[in-house]
């Protein structure tokens, strides 16, 4: 099986970073593996991510999330089957990850199945301001993040894909 790991968001844009530094520093510590294609950055969405999709069996997806009670820093496990479809549609890039794949499948796409897609989301502060830093508070924590992200990712690819809607740190 095909397994992807991909690092979402925007390397200039704060906090939004968060998923490309992640996906950056888990290709470097992971052991080579002919299975996994690491894909540090990504920052395209709706339908455009069926093109970076195909041809997976299995994608581990790290990126933001911002939520009103969360704490940065925190992380969330979930996976695409989690997600609710789009509910207003205007554009191809309002299409969520769930609604996507699911019209991916319907077209006969060779994608994962949603239950296969899995989500680490980092609560995340600032997601607007143009820079190359993340706050002061989610650099401090990226150490932490790293190893916390990478031994749930290792675990995942060894393990198997169950078990997982969860938060992995409170």
Not at 40 to 63: F, H, P
Not at 78 to 93: C, R, V, Y
Not at 123 to 146: C, G, I, K, N
Request: charged share 20%; aromatic share 4%; glycine share 8%.
């Amino acid at each position: 099986m095909r397994t992807l790991l991909l690092g979402m968001g925007n390397p200039i844009l704060s906090d939004d970073a968060i998923g490309v530094r992640l996906a950056a520093e888990l290709g470097r510590r992971l052991p080579p593996r002919p299975d996994l294609d690491v894909r540090e950055e990504c920052s395209v969405g709706g339908l455009n991510l069926l093109d970076v999709l195909t041809g997976y069996q299995r994608v581990i997806v790290l990126d933001a999330v911002k939520t009103a009670a969360g704490v940065p820093g925190d992380v969330y496990r979930f996976s695409a089957g989690d997600l609710g479809d789009t509910l207003h549609l205007t554009n191809i890039h309002d299409v969520n990850l769930a609604t996507a794949l699911e019209l991916g499948h319907r077209l006969g796409v060779p994608l994962p199945r949603p239950a296969q897609v899995h989500v680490f989301a980092v609560e995340v502060d600032d997601v607007v301001t143009f820079s190359e830093r993340m706050t002061p508070a989610l650099e401090a924590a990226f150490p932490h993040l790293a190893d916390e992200v990478l031994e749930q990712v290792e675990a995942l690819l060894a393990a198997g894909w169950s078990g997982f809607a969860s938060r992995v740190n409170p």
